[in-house]
Nanobody, 124 residues
C-alpha cells in the first residue's frame, strides 16, 4: 500500500508557473506507475500526465503537452508536475495517483491509490 501527499498548489497569474510535488510513503514506490489528474468545479476528473516506473516513458494530455512536464525521483519517493504558461482553464484540484505494476494509464480507473489533491488557481 502507498500513501500519497500532494503539495505545491496555489494562486498564480496567467502565464506563471508552479511545481507540484507528490510524496509517496513506502519502499516500493519504484514499482508504481504514476499519474496526475485534475478536476475543475462542475467537471469530471481528467487525465493530465503519466510516467512509467523508471521515469523513462511519459505521456501527456493534448491540452497540456508542451506546457507541463512530469518527472519522478525514485530515491526520494516523489513525483513532480512542472506547470508552465498557466492558463485560467488550468484552474482545478490536481491529484496524483499510483498504479501498481503494468504500464501507466490515462483512465483514472487504472490507478489504485490517490492523494488528497492540491488546489491550483490561475487568475487572468
Amino acid at each position: 500500500q502507498v500513501q500519497l501527499v500532494e503539495s505545491g498548489g496555489g494562486l498564480v497569474q496567467a502565464g506563471g508557473s508552479l511545481r507540484l510535488s507528490c510524496a509517496a510513503s513506502g519502499r516500493t514506490f519504484r514499482n508504481y506507475a504514476m499519474g496526475w489528474f485534475r478536476q475543475a468545479p462542475g467537471k469530471d476528473r481528467e487525465f493530465v500526465a503519466a510516467i512509467s516506473q523508471s521515469g523513462g516513458s511519459t505521456y501527456y494530455a493534448v491540452s497540456v503537452k508542451g506546457r507541463f512536464t512530469i518527472s519522478r525521483d525514485n530515491p526520494k519517493n516523489t513525483v513532480y508536475l512542472q506547470i508552465n504558461s498557466l492558463k485560467p482553464e488550468d484552474t482545478a484540484v490536481y491529484y496524483c495517483a499510483a498504479r501498481w505494476g503494468g504500464a501507466f494509464q490515462t483512465n483514472s480507473n487504472g490507478y489504485n491509490y490517490w492523494g488528497q489533491g492540491t488546489q491550483v488557481t490561475v487568475s487572468s
